[in-house]
């Protein structure tokens, strides 16, 4: 199937777990950057973000939901699924020792099955967007209902001042949308329709985002029970079902806020239906950690620990050849290269942390070839290439690393943020210009440690980066192949 075509349809269900490069960090980087303007007190209006866990959807879909889910956004991957689920499907259950019974199943997406990311992605990522709409619906009722844009988000948007009028208009063409087969969507000029409620409401007040079934949304407070429940009532008509303990509402409110709002945040409602954090909770989310610098701080520290445990067990294997290539291979940089990518300006701002890791790493080469000193360990830091053995000090990595990562995130960082915006949640001048700041400042800290020549280097390595993601990312929505120039 047509890889630029699913990134397409995956990009209108903001589905970004799959075809989405990067998508998981692009998604921590923004819950990120809202949390800075809380904590810089910038937010205009009361905003929660909304972790909807699902409990075992890869396995509790039901088959027909799947089907239908993708003959409306993936009409061409119709036949394949269907001719799968024609096949019966078997599950052996293992109930005492000796003991089993097999029998046919007709619900999930076959973890094993090449296709079931996709599936599983669509279907969860319907499922949301109609919970959206139906609260959407109830929004139409009440004219106060709607978010009131403020001048910065007027001037970030083209779309109309009314959210009623454009509720309406996308009403009446979502009609015309539905009356047509899917295999007949497509305009004039040869190319696809996107489904008339791909995009953001105005002024609906709701933002979501799904990486496969870690679905996250952003939106007013007082609209975080209704949606719960709107989604509640979609998730049981795919034959799933949601975790309510491990589904987190953070609300980006102090406590005297969330006091004075109690009722009408329905927050003893909430609690049946979700664990209710603070802006400051620690919360670990697509392996980034919220919550604050703190919490930031431990999780590394906890990896560190984890890993001096398991370097401390590489002793055993008693070869210092497999215990070079296991400690390069799984115990180096490798293993906190996630935390570098989505929190290097921190990491690297306290520096204990990665010291910490970098003296575990230290130790064991120390022990694997005696008599290293202290130029023998640079060098070991360096690449196989130029005569190094690969094993990366993290100290020198976490500024590049994040910096790369947040360069290539900011296409879809800009794309969620245009939907803050148009929502009536966050100016995207403002939420932009807040990432940019933070990505400047790393940028400028990391130069400090390079010469003249390196770090025109560097500008020049930054800028056509900027050009070629924002390139391929403007392909990807306009579902066009693009042969990536990042190198």
């Known amino acids: 199937m047509d890889s630029t075509r699913i990134k397409q349809v995956m990009i209108e269900l903001n589905q970004w777990g799959v075809g989405i490069e990067g998508g998981a960090e692009a998604m921590v980087h923004t819950a990120k950057n809202i949390e800075d303007l809380h904590g810089?007190?910038?937010?205009?209006?009361?905003?929660?973000?909304?972790?909807v866990d699902w409990d075992n959807c890869f396995g509790k879909f039901d088959q027909s939901y799947i089907r239908e889910c993708i003959k409306q956004e993936l009409p061409e991957h119709e036949a394949s699924i269907a001719w799968k689920h024609q096949q019966e499907s078997k599950v052996t259950h293992h109930f005492g020792e000796?003991?089993?019974?097999?029998?046919?199943?007709?619900?999930g997406a076959e973890q094993g099955d090449a296709g079931a990311a996709l599936e599983a992605g669509v279907s969860c990522s319907v499922a949301v967007r109609d919970a959206t709409q139906d609260v959407h619906q109830v929004l139409s009722g009440t004219e106060s209902s709607w978010c009131s844009l403020d001048e910065r988000m007027c001037a970030d948007d083209s779309s109309p001042a009314d959210p009623s009028t454009c509720f309406r208009d996308r009403m009446e063409k979502l009609r015309i949308w539905q009356a047509l087969e899917p295999g007949w969507r497509y305009n004039e000029d040869g190319n696809r329709m996107p489904h008339l409620l791909a995009g953001t409401q105005y002024g609906d007040g709701i933002v979501e985002v799904s990486y496969l079934d870690d679905g996250w949304a952003w939106m007013r407070s007082d609209l975080v029970v209704p949606w719960l429940?709107?989604?509640?009532?979609?998730?049981?008509?795919?034959?799933?079902?949601?975790?309510?303990?491990k589904t987190r509402v953070i609300f980006y409110s102090d406590e005297r806020e969330l006091q004075a709002n109690h009722d009408a945040w329905r927050l003893a409602e909430l609690e049946?239906?979700?664990?209710?954090?603070?802006?400051d909770t620690p919360v670990?989310?697509?392996?980034?950690?919220?919550?604050?610098?703190q919490a930031i701080l431990d999780l590394f520290q906890d990896k560190v620990k984890a890993v001096k445990v398991i370097h401390q067990k590489l002793a055993e294997i008693n070869n210092t050849q497999v215990e070079h290539v296991v400690a390069r291979a799984c115990l180096s940089s490798s293993k906190v290269i996630h935390q570098l990518r989505l929190h290097g300006e921190t990491l690297d701002d306290d520096?204990?942390?990665?010291?910490?890791f970098d003296s575990v790493l230290k130790g064991t080469l120390e022990r694997m070839f005696p008599g290293l000193d202290d130029e023998g360990y640079d060098q070991a830091g360096l690449s196989v290439g130029v005569g190094g053995l690969g094993l990366r000090h993290v100290k020198k990595l976490a500024?590049?690393?994040?910096?790369?990562s947040r360069v290539a995130a900011r296409p879809k960082v800009n794309h969620l943020a245009g939907s803050l915006n148009t929502a009536g949640l966050i100016p995207l001048s403002l939420f932009m210009q807040n990432y940019d700041r933070t990505t400047d400042d790393a940028v400028a800290k990391f130069k400090l440690s390079l010469d003249i020549e390196e770090q025109q280097q560097v500008d020049k390595l930054l800028s056509d980066a900027h050009v070629a993601y924002e390139a391929s990312w403007a392909s990807a929505v306009a579902g066009n192949a693009l042969i990536s120039s990042v190198s």
């Open 284 to 293: 670990l989310s697509l392996g980034g950690m919220l919550g604050g610098r």
């Open 40 to 51: 810089s007190s910038q937010l205009s209006v009361s905003l929660a973000k909304v972790q």
């Open 98 to 107: 000796g003991l089993f019974d097999t029998f046919v199943k007709n619900r």
């Open 351 to 356: 520096g204990q942390g990665l010291h910490a």
């Open 229 to 245: 429940k709107a989604l509640d009532n979609r998730i049981g008509q795919t034959g799933g079902s949601r975790n309510r303990q």
């Open 399 to 404: 500024l590049p690393a994040c910096i790369a």
């Open 272 to 279: 049946d239906l979700a664990t209710i954090c603070k802006s």
